[in-house]
């Protein structure tokens, strides 16, 4: 993997890497997600993101729209609750355009009143889609208990009633503050020469002048593990069994990370689909996702059953992790789940879009891209007796929160 990297001197960050398809990728990733909100402003990072495409100063929404479009390019963007990315895919002839667009409209949109109305309309019917959706609601839910008084806990849409309470002005104040070329990468991954993309980031976003960006996200309040159970009206029953895990400068991530891709990962040998649904036929999906943050990350399991199914499957995954807990991998098993991550992660690293977004959020984090080799190195070095005590911190009994709708 052939990576450039280079700083501009007004401090925005700049990572690209060659590629050899005529389709070029490129973005520009923000440190500022819905964590970064006020108490009372909830899913203003969101819609910020989603004003960025209603006008520049040199632009209208149409000519937005129509920009790369028209030459069967892509323009999109999303939110999480730490950074917000605007990226592009176009032919390789047309990257020029999208690297233009890109700094146009996340450095000088407008946030027209007209538009704002409009929008917050679009998100309330977004959110209405959400709560219509069980299985997507219930993670915002668990991480309202799980961080319970933090901004980590509040939905990255907002709820009808903050997107009320948001102004221009407040727009314009969140994205004055955060969309500062100091908290900005922009990562590209082309069949370009670095000198050739360094050219083009210093032409576009060179301009935009240094401002000192000194803020600091606020640690979320102690966890208080809870069991809670709601009542939905839903078919099945849905249930999630988590913690708070490990930060993304927490060494132990590694470790944490292969066992959560062993317990329900991707693959369909994973532990969770194999005990719920080869093996018991109790279930359609299950998954476990590690997620970390600056400063925490969350740990979850889930599965959605019919609810006369929903105590035999809780009982199962405890069965499972208290195995864990007091029984080593074996060497032979310990060999086949390494592997079988790190041919995952290859494969998804055969994508150029999703390369191009990890070298943007590697660069935010780490100032620095791991190579696969350094990642290999990593894995491969764990043992199982250091899986077994990120086991037995992580998934301990009394550690772990449950909710359940039914």
């Known amino acids: 993997m ?3 990297r280079f700083t501009l001197p007004n401090g925005l960050r700049f990572v690209h890497c060659y590629h050899t398809s005529p389709v070029a990728y490129c973005g520009l990733s923000i440190n500022a997600g819905s964590r970064d909100e006020k108490a009372t402003e909830n899913g203003l990072a969101h ?3 989603h004003m960025l495409f209603k006008g520049t100063r040199r632009r209208s929404a149409s ?3 129509n920009r790369l479009e028209n030459v069967g390019g892509e323009l999109n963007a999303f939110t999480t609750k730490e950074e917000t990315v605007v990226h592009a895919t176009v032919l390789k002839s047309d990257l020029n355009k999208a690297v233009e667009l890109l700094a146009d409209i996340v450095f000088r949109s407008t946030f027209p009143d007209r538009e704002l109305v409009k929008e917050k309309e679009v998100i309330a019917d977004e959110i209405n889609v959400y709560l219509d959706n069980p299985s997507e609601l219930i993670f915002d839910d668990f991480d309202r208990w799980l961080f319970a008084g933090s901004s980590l806990g509040k939905p990255i849409l907002g709820t009808p009633k903050s997107l009320a309470g948001i102004t221009t002005a407040k727009l314009k104040a969140f994205v004055a503050q955060h969309y500062r070329p100091s908290q900005v990468v922009f990562s590209t991954v082309a069949k370009v020469s670095a000198k050739r993309m360094e050219q ?3 032409k576009y976003l060179s301009e935009f002048p240094a401002v000192d960006a000194r803020y600091e996200r606020k640690a979320p309040a102690a966890y208080k593990p809870f069991q ?9 029953a849905h249930c999630i069994i988590g913690n708070r895990a490990y930060s993304l400068n927490d060494p132990r991530r590694t470790g944490l990370a292969l066992l959560v891709n062993y317990l329900g990962g991707p693959a369909a040998n994973s532990r969770l689909n194999t005990l719920l649904r080869e093996q018991n036929g109790l279930v359609y999906v299950s998954d476990a996702t590690y997620t970390p943050y600056d400063d925490c990350g969350t740990v979850t399991l889930y599965f959605g059953a019919d609810k006369a199914s929903l105590n ?3 009982d199962l995954i405890q069965k499972e992790l208290a195995s864990l807990r007091t029984k080593a991998f074996g060497v032979a098993q310990l060999h086949r789940i390494k592997k079988q991550l790190l041919g995952q992660l290859l494969i998804s690293a055969d994508n150029a879009e999703a390369q191009m ?3 943007a959020k590697s660069i935010m984090t780490y100032n620095d891209v791991e190579t696969f080799e350094q990642l290999k190195a990593k894995i491969d070095a764990l043992t199982a007796g250091e899986l077994q005590d990120i086991v037995n911190e992580i998934f301990a009994p009394e550690c772990l929160s449950t ?3 039914v």
């Open 403 to 405: 909710l359940i709708y």
């Open 228 to 236: 809670k159970t709601l009542k939905r009206n839903a078919f099945q």
């Open 312 to 314: 035999q499957c809780v």
């Open 47 to 49: 819609l910020s993101e």
């Open 63 to 65: 000519a937005i729209n």
């Open 200 to 202: 083009l980031a210093v």
């Open 2 to 4: 052939n990576i450039n």
């Open 357 to 359: 977004l990890g070298n």
